[in-house]
């Protein structure tokens, strides 16, 4: 199976930074891309930046200028790093790896996600 774990969020005041962390481990072969996401209970949950497995990147309108994302492909861990921080970019925070990897005894490609991390944006 493949883990995806985030880290890294709290609660921070408007204007501040924070860093999220995303592990992923486990049976795969591949990472095509990694998505972090958010989700509050204002919305069914919104692309905040992609990387791909070429360091490509994608970033929503909401959040470019504002957030970086990067990754160590030593360690199969990914970044997002948060800069003028909004009291709307209050979520939960939660990482979707595009593997390829093993199910069992089936190599396949799948999507699989983390537990989440609460950001919370408040003075």
């Known amino acids: 199976q493949v883990r995806v774990v985030e880290s890294g969020g709290g609660l921070v005041q408007p204007g501040g930074s924070l860093r999220l962390s995303c592990t992923v481990s486990g049976r795969l072969l591949s990472i095509n891309h990694l998505d972090w996401k958010r989700k509050d209970l204002g919305n069914d949950g919104e692309m905040v930046a992609r990387i791909d497995s070429n360091g490509g990147t994608l970033y929503a309108d909401s959040v470019k200028d504002r957030f970086i994302i990067s990754k160590d492909n030593d360690k199969n861990t990914f970044y997002l790093q948060m800069n003028s921080l909004k009291p709307e970019d209050t979520a939960a925070y939660y990482c979707?790896?595009?593997?390829?990897?093993?199910?069992?005894?089936?190599?396949?490609?799948?999507?699989?996600w983390g537990q989440g991390t609460q950001v919370t944006v408040s003075s």
């Open positions: 979707s790896a595009d593997v390829v990897g093993w199910r069992g005894t089936s190599r396949s490609r799948f999507s699989s």
